[in-house]
């Protein structure tokens, strides 16, 4: 597989909805029902292509952070641990050791800032927002069981016990005892800002900055099995990933294209998009150069 890019683009999209078939259905109505049964206020989002959000008026906002993150990538994109340590796990070039780590530090990250969204999602239901409503409880949805699903993976790959060593290490309070002080921090973040923030921020930090993720999962999952003799029933996580964002991706830009219009909001949005993209950059960086293979 040849990975120009590691962000989504709409040839990638084409072979992932024929590999997996997904949201293969639409409505034309301006809120139509979804196959899960919700209501989702944005025409179309689920559709080939979709990039209606171009049509919004904060539109030349959402191009500007789109681009800032394509320069970003581009800029490290020789990197090997960049993004999610793709690179070195689709090669082969970790040892079990290693991937161990990684993947314990990982789970304290991809898992639980999501319910933190629920705040948010309760904030908009009680200032009568219901379009944004809907959006993040269609995002919340469809996280709902990643932690699960990763946890399936932690136990059949490395043969953890999901109980008492990988539950734990999804729980930020455990994070927090155990003098994580890094992952604690984010988690924190996050949760202030799904609590006291506008919905903006969370659209940009945890929907926007989700495009750069389904690339390097699949790359991961063709590593996993190709190098390591991974099962499939342990690649769910990974497999999901490698489609599921390209649609969270356009939730953010259609949040944050028909709402994030006055300069403050833009200002707020922008920063919590930035410190979350560099955040992630810079705790890999860390996390390699205490690696075996980092030190090389």
Do not use: C
Not at 25 to 51: D, E, H, Q
Request: charged share 30%; glycine share 8%; aromatic share 16%.
């Amino acid at each position: 597989m040849q990975i120009s890019s590691y962000l989504v683009d709409e040839e990638y999209e084409k072979e992932m909805r024929a590999k997996y078939d997904v949201y293969n259905y639409g409505k034309t109505a301006y809120r139509y029902l979804t196959v899960l049964g919700s209501y989702m206020p944005a025409k179309g989002i689920y559709s080939l292509g979709w990039n209606k959000w171009k049509e919004l008026p904060a539109a030349d906002f959402v191009k500007s952070l789109l681009d800032w993150h394509n320069g970003f990538e581009r800029d490290h994109r020789d990197e090997p641990f960049h993004p999610f340590f793709a690179p070195l796990v689709y090669d082969g070039e970790l040892t079990i050791e290693e991937l161990r780590t990684i993947h314990e530090y990982q789970a304290g990250i991809f898992n639980l800032e999501f319910y933190y969204e629920g705040l948010a999602h309760y904030r908009a239901h009680l200032a009568g927002l219901y379009e944004i409503r809907d959006l993040f409880a269609s995002h919340l949805f469809e996280e709902t069981g990643h932690n699960d699903m990763f946890a399936d993976f932690m136990e059949g790959f490395f043969k953890m016990d999901r109980e008492k060593e990988v539950y734990p290490l999804m729980d930020p309070m455990k994070l927090a005892q155990r003098q994580d002080r890094g992952r604690y921090e984010r988690l924190q973040k996050f949760k202030r800002l799904n609590a006291n923030g506008h919905f903006v921020e969370i659209a940009a930090a945890a929907m926007l900055r989700e495009r750069l993720i389904p690339k390097p999962s699949r790359m991961k999952g063709i590593g996993f099995r190709k190098h390591y003799g991974a099962k499939n029933k342990w690649m769910i996580f990974f497999d999901v990933h490698s489609y599921i964002d390209i649609y969270h991706e356009r939730f953010g830009q259609y949040i944050l294209g028909k709402y994030a219009t006055t300069k403050e909001l833009q200002n707020a949005a922008e920063t919590a998009f930035k410190d979350t993209v560099i955040g992630q950059y810079e705790s890999e960086k860390r996390l390699y150069g205490n690696l075996p293979v980092g030190k090389k």
